[in-house]
């Protein structure tokens, strides 16, 4: 059965996330460039989506805006301040007007893991989340999975394959607090891939804690990156860092990767960060605009990926 709702990537198997990677692939050109086939133009004429954003956002938020227009939707942009819930009401409360509304599909960010599960629940509208909390990012995700794809298929052989068997992938850096390392997890180890976590102790999830697959841990970037075939740096997540406290300078010097950490890697080893990057933090500026650096090809991957899961969550596929 297609889901309709795509809260997280953990419940889904290989061949669904093939399913949403091979949709994809046709928003994508020769090039890896966005396009839109003619007969997907019209493909949600005269339908809604409602991009429900109650933490900032620039590439999620931006990115389905195009799907959806690219699709033929039109889009409904909310979020806290400039609407109702200013005044008290619930997202619950927000969503079920929408939906009577005849809103058709939701893309929700909420601070909050489990209200996006919650309106998912109660509601029968096609739903995506675009990042809960420290929950998941399905749609990162996917076009993280999609990004590696073109690279270590498409490009180098002209055939698309959905796979990352025999391929090591590090993520590095604010693993705990990511909803980008979970999905990524989910998503990349589905496809073949051996991950490895790496991040300073404090920033690592703990052994045995559920949603981190097989994923190994280091705490040592080196270690890390040894041998491996792609690294997806992620920014310290400051806003979901609680009590802890982490020095911006200390964490670079430890942790930022750089032009000669890329050295340990495989020859044709690419680097991934998905957005925003905290220059000179996480990642040395050269390294972000450097020829291995895949950034701006996810953040079009992206715009693919969501307009295959628009698609298929809104039964247009
Ligand atoms: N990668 C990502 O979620 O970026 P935004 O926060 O800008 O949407």
């Not at 420290?134 to 394959?161: I, M």
């Not at 690592?204 to 981190?212: R, T, Y």
Request: with cysteine.
């Amino acid at each position: 059965m297609i889901p309709r709702k795509v809260i997280a990537l953990e419940p889904y198997d290989a061949s669904q996330i093939r399913q949403w990677l091979k949709l994809a692939t046709q928003f994508l050109d020769d090039s890896l460039g966005v396009i839109t086939p003619p007969k997907y133009q019209t493909a949600l004429a005269h339908q809604s989506v409602g991009l429900l954003f109650f933490e900032p956002s620039t590439r999620t938020r931006v990115s389905f805006e195009l799907a959806a227009k690219h699709l033929g939707a039109s889009t409904i942009l909310l979020n806290e301040q400039g609407s109702s819930m200013s005044k008290g009401e619930s997202v619950m409360d927000t969503c079920a007007n929408l939906a009577a509304m005849g809103v058709g599909a939701f893309v929700m960010r909420h601070k909050s893991r489990e209200i996006i599960e919650q309106v998912g629940a109660a509601l029968p509208t096609p739903l995506l989340n675009a990042g809960n909390g420290n929950g998941e990012h399905p749609s990162q995700g996917l076009l993280d999975a999609l990004t590696l794809c073109a690279h270590f298929h498409y490009k180098a052989h002209r055939a698309w394959d959905y796979s990352l068997q025999g391929r090591t992938i590090a993520i590095v850096g604010d693993i705990a607090h990511s909803r980008v390392a979970r999905s990524d997890v989910h998503v990349l180890e589905r496809l073949g891939a051996q991950v490895t976590l790496a991040g300073p102790p404090e920033l690592l999830p703990e052994v045995g804690q559920p949603g981190w697959g097989e994923a190994r841990r280091t705490s040592s970037l080196e270690d890390a990156l040894e041998g491996a075939d792609a690294v997806i740096v992620l920014r310290v997540q400051r806003e979901r860092l609680g009590q802890l406290e982490v020095d911006p300078a200390q964490y670079a010097q430890r942790w930022r990767v750089g032009q000669a950490h890329l050295a340990l890697m495989k020859p044709d080893a690419v680097v991934l960060h998905p957005g925003p990057v905290i220059r000179g933090e996480e990642l040395e500026a050269q390294v972000a605009d450097g020829p291995k650096s895949l950034i701006l090809q996810q953040v079009r991957c992206g715009v693919a990926v969501r307009q295959a899961l628009l698609l298929s969550v809104m039964g247009a596929a």
